[in-house]
């Protein structure tokens, strides 16, 4: 996806904490998100890392303590 109003990118996955579904969401720049666009394998992989949490560097927003799983 693409934050509008500042053209941030990231991919979103789908997490539950138990409480409440939402959505986590991983910083990419563009060049990265055209090739996760063009090639749907790596975007897979890519998504599979953030629910790994090896990605969490990029997290837009770092969860609380409460973070949930991926669902």
Do not use: H
């Not at 109003?5 to 789908?14: A, E, H, K, L, N």
């Amino acid at each position: 996806g693409r934050v509008e109003d500042t053209g941030q990118r990231f991919m979103s996955i789908p997490v539950s904490n138990g409480l409440v579904d939402y959505e986590e969401f991983y910083a990419l720049s563009r060049v990265e998100y055209e090739g996760l666009l063009a090639d749907p394998k790596e975007a897979a992989r890519f998504a599979e890392q953030c629910r790994r949490r090896e990605q969490d560097e990029r997290l837009i927003q770092k969860p609380g303590w409460n973070r949930g799983t991926p669902v």
